[in-house]
């Protein structure tokens, strides 16, 4: 799975829009972008998912740059309850490798009243 | 609407001790794996099934035992606790069919504590 970079965390005020960037250089071609998130050490939160297409959600939109090599999920009118660790994950979606998820260090989202 | 089930919620043991966490799911997922979080650190990945009877290594196999003889369980054994195995494990479940829905499912967790 190719190796995906973000930033260690971010703020937003409540109500604004969060834009949580992640690069993935190395993406192939058949390896989708996967967002998840992660509440409190609760167990993680699957958001959205796309491969070259972008895609909206009732969560969030998710923003593929034209050579696939980095994103940007977007929160459009984040809340407190946003507040979590989000991961950027690119991995296979079939054969053998389906169904590992190769999780990173993520982004600290904090949501400010 | 049950989903993925992981017991114990919380478990302490001592050192040398054995135990089983359990992971069960009802949704008729193939694939299932059980990931560890230490604290500060993403999920990596200890072992996953792809289907009843197979099962292989992920990222930190060792200390760890599975078997997958059903399609909705999926037990982790501890073979004999260390305190570097402290840690909280997530099991997770996901569909084989679909490319369009392949988001996995996690359960709640696991905190484990070895003295």
């Known amino acids: 799975d190719a190796k995906t970079t973000q930033p260690p965390s971010m703020d937003c005020a409540e109500g604004r829009a969060a834009n949580l960037p992640c690069n993935h250089s190395t993406i192939s071609g058949n390896e989708y972008v996967y967002w998840y998130r992660q509440i409190h050490s609760q167990g993680p939160q699957y958001i959205i998912h796309?491969?070259?297409n972008n895609e909206t959600n009732e969560m969030a939109s998710l923003i593929i740059t034209e050579d696939r090599k980095s994103s940007t999920l977007i929160l459009p009118h984040a809340t407190l309850r946003d507040t979590a660790v989000y991961y950027c994950i690119a991995a296979f979606a079939g054969g053998t490798s389906y169904g590992k998820l190769t999780f990173g260090q993520g982004t600290i989202l904090t949501v400010h009243p | 609407n049950a989903g993925v089930t992981q017991t114990p919620k919380f478990q302490v043991l001592k050192t040398g001790q054995s135990m089983t966490l359990q992971c069960a799911q009802d949704?008729?997922?193939?694939?299932m794996s059980w990931y560890r979080q230490d604290p500060g650190m993403g999920l990596r990945l200890i072992h996953y099934?792809?289907?009843?009877?197979?099962?292989d290594q992920g990222e930190v196999p060792n200390g760890y035992n599975v078997s997958r003889s059903t399609t909705e369980d999926f037990p982790l054994r501890l073979l004999s606790a260390a305190p570097s195995q402290t840690s909280v494990y997530f099991c997770?479940?996901?569909?084989?069919?679909?490319?369009?829905?392949?988001?996995?499912?996690f359960g709640q967790g696991t905190r484990l504590t070895v003295v």
């Open positions: 796309g491969l070259k």
């Open positions: 099934s792809v289907g009843a009877g197979i099962t």
């Open positions: 997770a479940s996901r569909p084989r069919t679909n490319p369009y829905r392949t988001e996995a499912f």
């Open positions: 949704m008729n997922h193939e694939y």
